[in-house]
């Protein structure tokens, strides 16, 4: 259950497309952001899938322009706005909020590892005091395998306890259940929607009290991800986790990023899809054939997608 | 010995005040620079020490600019450019490049952890290429402790068959000293300068064939780094080199970067330096007065900077 209802459920941290020079290609993001909200999954633009980390400040805010312009709904999109340095994390927020973003995901500051619990406190309360906005909401966003630094339940009790309604959630990346579980058992009463970071932990998330998942598989297989989040109550919850997990399978035997481009490239006939930027690369041409071999046998579709 | 004779010995990657906004304080920055200069060393502005990556880019561009204006010598400055975006990185260099400076020390791009060595290779060429500038020295920038993504020997061979000169050396910040051996041993031939990343290593690196050191402490103790840098071949080398140590060893046992910042607030007389921008704090009152009596125990001093 999710305490923003246009949060509920499932969302896509949208990948990006890229054209020939590199630069993000805002007509072919909102194109798919169109489908990915027409499949029922929120925008959560700007995150680790989306290369979020590969564009500067000013690229993303020309894109969340764009995204707002083309009349999304920014109520459901959760644009990645935590950066390495206060200002670029202050700039990106302010603008999210302005938009109209019904919530922001926040990385921790990640370039300088184990910092103590007292400077990642001073990050985001200097951010929240700085937008300065009570229209925001911010998921702190927990990827340590990634990151490197996590969001401690401690900061989160903190943060919670001085700035209740603004800090309104987390997304779990870190692959741990017992993390997802202690998140939800803490902070869930307080209004604090947790979301983990792969479908694979969607039902028993949904059934311990979290809010839905925000997951990389989202990008290729949104419908039937958030059609779980949906009626995880009925009798054919276990079956439709277990055909979630089919799918994810196939796409975690490569490397997820250039995987799921590889995918939306081919099933939306669009191989300009099939670009990344540096330090990122694209599957081998055999990677690719293999697994489009293996999503076409297992029944996989993106349907519509290529219209 | 080092081929770039303005980027000769030892460099310092100057840390940054900040003002009670947490705003970089450029006049405070040109005078610590200044103090630098004088006693011999270069000026590593926007290194790891510099909370360069808890800066936006604009912000540095900002910086850049003042300290050029400000009358210091351009070519005696290694800015790090090297950011987690592409067009960041090209930006910054650009910049840098057209105020004159002797190189820049380039991170790879550092979200992403376990990208393949393809990945790195692009992020580089790329930046190569976009500046297009013959002027560009860049000096790799390997710290694996910190960024986690390091700087391998095979990407080092091949950017520097693709763009010998460009790619002019690199800082081994991996405290290491096999690794910078072996890039010593390597890539020295063909005009590559190596900096090991503390002085701890300054006389062996000199013997080997390195380039100088870059090294925090160079902010705090820049003569007698630089003198042994200049005289590493005379019969008190040793004895130098273990002066050296015991002040390192003093300031390693506190997080550099607040105890770097506190020597300089209290030996400058200038307590606006204690300062840090999130996720780093200062040091507590007590570790101030802790290092500060171990540092006049030992026969510390900062000559010059009060004044």
Known sequence: MSNNPAMKGVLSPVVTPFDAN??????????????LIDNNVGLAVFGTNSEANSMSTREKLRLLDALAESGLPTE?????TGACAL????????RAVELGCGGVLMLPPFYYKGVPEEGLYRNFSEIIQRVGDDRLRIYLYHIPPVAQVGIPLGLIERLL????GIVAGAKDSSGDWSNTKAMIDNFAAQGFDVYPGSESFLLQAMRAGGAGCISATANVNPGPIAKLAATWQDDDADAQQEGLNVTRGIFQTYVMIPALKAAIAHYGRDPEWNRLRPPLVELTADEQKDLVAKLDASGFAMPGLAA
């Open 22 to 35: 590199l630069a993000p290609d805002a007509g072919r993001l909102v194109k798919h952001c169109k489908w």
């Open 76 to 80: 459901r999109m959760m644009p990645g």
């Open 87 to 94: 200002d670029d994390s202050v700039e990106l927020t302010k």
């Open 161 to 164: 306890k001085d700035y209740p």
